[in-house]
Structure formats: structure tokens, C-alpha cells
């Protein structure tokens, strides 16, 4: 996994609530083997007008303009800031997948599902919650400034914005180290073997009929 | 010292070590594997060079992908028959315990676990897919994952997790005729909303839940996910212990009895504490339908669609009028003048053997309605489409001019070939009403098995109470 330590990204405002996994990235795409390629199917049905399938040349496609990832003022945004239950639904990973294919590497809303926010720290994706009055004021502050920008620095815990007020943010210790240092967690858990080992001899002792 | 919560106890069991900063290490009993979740769990694996570390505790089935009509072709997407010849493969690479789209054990992976008797009170159940909450329903800890958690499990037999709150949702009294699990559950997630049990796992309890099989609870513990709640519960009692013995994978002889007394004592302390505890009157259930694009968008089938010029709150109503927008909806539409397109009867929350019957007892002797294009039954699994079949239930429902398919996850994502076309309403017992869910442009309603019956044969959503009984 690619460390994230620091962010200084566009910021895309996605006004909604309940963004489900499905409209993040809808089923067909589900049907690759693979973890990449998924950035151009990211918010499908309200990004393009026409029906998708996998395999489609996507520059042929139709382009809903009036969906914001094809204003051009926010190409090339790292920062997505959305609304409450951010990622409900469905566990599928490829949700986080094409986020981060699409170049997205924070998320910031006033809540997460639960699923949709342990997957986005395996890959590298910091979803960040700030209180819903917070989160109103930045999007104000977006649709009124082109060119909004901000600075995400995981260490410190803050979101600066452009006027340099520093807003602070909630990560827990484990998430916050496996990510600053891009860690594989399995072989963390790995380093714990014999633990492992010995919880099963225990639980083999109480509970036989689950080592069959 | 106050008591422990069921949730607490599963937890305490399963804890190999935590860290400083609450952090477990939670060790996983029973691993369920589908094809869409898992190849690029098995490929991390292979590329890391690790090996599962024990594959008796893991049982893989293909669903969201096959086909429901001529199986024996095979699957005619040439992406989808790649997923599932990728699980194949993965299956015999790894070692894994695996049923096969041409075993009569195949079905829903949410289905098949507690029908083989592989879910047993007291585990901690994991599979890459949300809707795994269903097995709770045996006062077990269980919980959807992404693939990267997926991948660990694979590797460790554990996963790194956080203990989450306690919920009780409490549904007190009885339900009236005519309302069944599904009522209930669509009644708790129009009471705490989508994100109400987000952080929780929720336990269910109360006279109401008590009354139910165990098919009935795994229908409530299904959609704790669609209230925000990773996992749902309910604690082990004598229903359960009936529902599990001579299941293929459950213990026998001395371990069954070794096995009962340990399982009965997962269930909530008397004087168990919870951070929240939600109160829903069970006579006050009416047969629910959902009208918008969230599960939480529910209402009785004796109302009408809500009017957001009333919701008092300016996000909320501009939601509103998006969902409406979508569905096609008029505020204020009494919903038994809604007229559907489709019906589907299936998914892991409704396609168990009780929910065929159900919905077959309202269809028996009646006609699917002309206004409906499509009533199709998708069974939970192989098994269940069999037990049906011995029952003569797809008699009743071919005759009435239902399509009887094979097991699957089907229409319930459209993942497979079965799906609404753009603005097609549908009547659906599936758990899901999302933009697009069974189709892009399609306008699902989530209804109960009874329900959806009821609408097939009177081309609208209709209150099933009122439907006298069947001729004959
Ligand atoms: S039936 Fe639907 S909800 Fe259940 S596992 Fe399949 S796709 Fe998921």
C-alpha cells in the first residue's frame, strides 16, 4: 500500500446524502478479476448518460454534464467532500477502488458506512469526519471559490483551508500508523502467529466442534 | 458488575489479543466465499505467497453471477463465466470446500450456510459481502468485509477489528395476520433510518422476534445492514437448536450435546447493559412497502407516498424529491393505486423455503396480473428449489404464470442477465432499493414474499390482508 502523509488537493463537492456503494460503482463493474482500471466507471450511472457495460470505450460515451466530475473546474480534484452515510451498502471494495483510481485519496464527510470506512484505510483512502456544520461551511466555501483547495495532513490530524484555519480531525492509532507508513496489515497480524496458535489451542479445548 | 450483552459474549470469545488502542485481533469460525468479492483476495494471497491458514473453516459457492435458466448451457457473459472459472480455479488451488453451479447445494451464500448447518450458534461468520448480518439470526457474531479483509482472513484466520456499540431494538407484542419478519425489519429501518444502527451491532429481541423461525430472524438480521448496523442478532434459544440439528456440517452425538450447552448460553444478561435500546409496538406493524431510493423511504401499504413538502427538514426534503423524481412518483399517491412491471421473489432475504410458501399461498389458485410483464421466483438454493418442488410450489406459481428459476442472488443486483429495464417498477423481496440496483433506470419496491404475491396477481401493490382467501 502507498504511504499518505500529506494531501494539498482540488476539492470536488458531491452534495448528497446515503451515497450508496451501487452508485459509487455499479455492479457490472463488478465482474473484474482485478483491483485497478475502475476510475472510469466511478459514479457510472450519474456520470455518463448512457448505459455502461465493461469493455466500452468510455471517451465515446455520453457525458451528463451537469454532474460535477465533469465540471472542469474540479478535473484532477484528490479531495472529495460529501454528505452524511457516506459509502452505505454493499462491502464491495471496488467502491474504494474507484475512488482511489480515479485519483480520489480523502474523503471528507460528516459520517461513513462502517464497511465502506475500514476498506478505505487498506487502500490508502483517508475518509475523514467533520461535524456536519463543518462539512456545510466547506461546501459553501467550494461553490463559492473556484480553484478550492485543501491541505490534508494525516500527522498533525488537520484540514487546513485556504484561509489557513486549521480544522482537526479524529484517525485511530492503528489506522493512522499503517497508513502514514503504507503497512500491509497482514503481515502485522502475521508477527502475532504464535497468539493465533495459541487462541486455537484453547478454543479447540472448549469448543471441539468447530476444528472438525 | 453489570451483565454481558450476547454481542459482548461473542466478542469476549473471539478476542486472540488486543492492542493499546483497542484494536482486537478477532478470530473468524466459518469464512463464506462468493465470486465477486474474492478473486483479488486470492491473487494478493498468491502473490504475497502466502497460503490459507485454515481452509476447513472456509466454504465457497458461485451466486451473484449464474444464470437462472438453462444451467446446463453454462454462462453465456463471457466477464461473468470469467469470475466464477476464477473461483473455481481458486478453489482447487487453495484447497477449499466449494459447491459448484451444477451441485444441488448451490445457492445464495447467505442461504446455504445456515442450510448446510456450516453457520452454528456461537461463531464469529465472516464473507465479503454485506448481507453475511443474515447470520446472526443463530446468535452468531457475523459481519460483512471488503476483499482486503477477505485476503486476511484468508491468510491469518483473523481480522483487525474495533468493538462496535450495543443496540437492543425490542419488538414488542405480536404481529397482526398478514405481517411477516420482512414487515418488521423494513418497520425498525423506517423508525432508526439507514445510518440509525451505524457503529452498532444490533441485537433483536422482544416477544415478536421471539415468535419467529429462524428463517423469519435471518430475514430481520439480513437488512441490519440497510439500518447501518454491520452485524444483527438474536440470541439462541430452543428454535434455533431445532433449526441446526443433523444439518450436514453441524456436530453430532456427544459434541451436539457438548455443543448445546455452550450454545444456550449465548443470549443477553438479565441485566445486560446497552448504549441504546429502541422500542417498536409489533402490533403496530402493517404490511410495509418501501416508495423511494433508500430502504429507510418506507411506508405502511394502508398510506401514501410522503409529501416533502412536509418533511420540515430542506436536505431531507430535497432527497425526497430526488427519490420521487426517480421513482416516477406523485406525493400523496395512496400506494395501493401503484401500479407494477415486474416481480421478483428471491434474494438472501426472502428466497428460504417459508418465504415460498408464503407467497405461493396467496398465488394458489389465482392469475398473475396482465398489466405485470414479468413474476419470476428465484429459490435461495438448490435445496430449497427441491424441497419446493416436493411441496408442489412451483405448480402453484407456474400455473398462476410465474417463471420458476434456478438459485441465485439474481434480480436482486442484476448482476446476471435478469434485470429491469429503465423505469420498470417492480415489486421485489429483495433487500435494496438503490438507483439502479436491479437495473439501470429501474424502480424497485422492497415488499414482503406475501406482498410481492399479492401484487402479481392484482397488477398493483395491494394490502395482503385484504385479499380474500384464494377460490377453492
Ligand atoms: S441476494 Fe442480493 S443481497 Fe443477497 S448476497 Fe446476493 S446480491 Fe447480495
Known sequence: MKPLTTVDGLVVPLDRSNVDTDAIIPKQYLKSVKRTGFGPNLFDDWRYLDPGEPGMDHSKRRINPDFVLNDPHYWGAEILLARKNFGCGSSREHAVWALTDYGIRVVIAPSFADIFFSNSFKNGLLPIVLDEAVVDRLFAEVSATPGYRLNVDLAAQTVTTPSGEAIPFEVGEFHKHCLLNGLDDIALTLEHADDIRAYEQRRRAEAPWLFR | MTGKTLYDKLWDAHV????????????????????????????????????????????????????????????????????????????????????????????????????????????????????????????????????????????????????????????????????????????????????????????????????????????????????????????????????????????????????????????????????????????????????????????????????????????????????????????????????IDKVFIGSCTNSRIEDLRAAADVVRGRRVADNVKLAMVVPGSGLVKRQAEEEGLDKVFLEAGFEWREPGCSM?????????????????????????????????????????????????????????????
Not at chain 2, 35 to 56: K, Y
Not at chain 2, 230 to 242: E, K, L, Q, Y
Open chain 2, 412 to 472: 436482486c443486483l442484476a448482476m446476471n442477465a435478469d434485470r429491469l429495464e429503465s423505469g420498470e417498477r417492480c415489486a421485489s423481496t429483495s433487500n435494496r432499493n438503490f438507483e439502479g440496483r436491479q437495473g439501470q433506470g429501474g424502480r424497485t419496491h422492497l415488499v414482503s414474499p406475501a406482498m410481492a404475491a399479492a401484487a402479481a396477481v392484482t397488477g398493483h401493490f395491494t394490502d395482503v390482508r385484504d385479499l380474500t382467501p384464494p377460490p377453492g
Open chain 2, 16 to 339: 486472540v489479543r488486543t492492542e493499546a488502542d483497542g484494536t482486537a485481533l478477532l478470530y473468524i469460525d466459518r469464512h463464506l466465499v462468493h465470486e465477486v468479492t474474492s478473486p483479488q483476495a486470492f491473487e494478493g494471497l498468491r502473490l504475497a505467497g502466502r497460503r490459507p491458514w485454515r481452509t476447513d473453516t472456509v466454504l465457497a459457492v458461485p451466486d451473484h453471477n449464474v444464470p437462472t435458466t438453462h444451467r446446463d448451457q453454462g454462462i453465456s457473459d463471457p466477464v461473468s463465466r470469467v469470475q466464477v472459472e476464477t473461483l473455481d480455479a481458486n478453489v482447487h488451488e487453495f484447497g477449499i470446500t466449494f459447491f459448484p453451479m451444477t451441485d444441488v447445494r448451490q445457492g445464495i451464500v447467505h442461504v446455504i450456510g445456515p442450510e448446510q448447518g456450516a453457520t452454528l450458534p456461537g461463531m464469529t461468520v465472516v464473507c465479503g459481502d454485506s448481507h453475511t448480518s443474515t447470520h446472526g439470526a443463530f446468535g452468531a457474531l457475523a459481519f460483512g468485509i471488503g476483499t482486503s479483509e477477505v485476503e486476511h482472513v484468508l491468510a491469518t484466520q483473523c481480522l483487525l477489528q474495533k468493538k462496535m456499540k450495543n443496540m437492543l431494538v425490542s419488538v414488542d407484542g405480536q404481529v397482526g395476520p398478514g405481517v411477516t419478519a420482512k414487515d418488521i425489519v423494513l418497520a425498525i429501518i423506517g423508525e432508526i433510518g439507514t445510518a440509525g444502527g451505524t457503529g452498532y451491532a444490533i441485537e433483536f429481541g422482544g416477544d415478536a422476534i421471539r415468535a419467529l423461525s429462524v428463517e423469519g430472524r435471518m430475514t430481520v438480521c439480513n437488512m441490519a445492514i440497510e439500518a447501518g448496523a454491520r452485524a444483527g442478532m438474536v440470541a439462541v434459544d430452543d428454535t434455533t437448536i431445532s433449526y441446526v440439528k443433523g444439518r450436514a456440517y453441524a456436530p453430532t452425538d456427544e459434541l451436539w450435546d457438548k455443543a448445546v450447552a455452550a450454545w444456550r448460553e449465548f443470549k443477553s444478561d438479565p441485566d445486560a447493559a446497552f448504549d441504546r435500546v429502541v422500542h417498536i409496538d409489533a402490533a403496530g406493524i402493517a404490511p410495509q412497502v418501501s416508495w423511494g431510493t433508500s430502504p429507510e423511504m418506507v411506508v405502511p401499504v394502508t398510506g401514501r407516498v410522503p409529501d416533502p413538502d412536509e418533511a420540515g427538514d430542506p436536505v431531507k426534503a430535497s432527497g425526497m424529491k430526488r427519490a420521487l423524481e426517480y421513482m416516477g412518483l406523485e406525493a400523496n399517491t395512496p400506494v395501493n393505486q401503484i401500479a
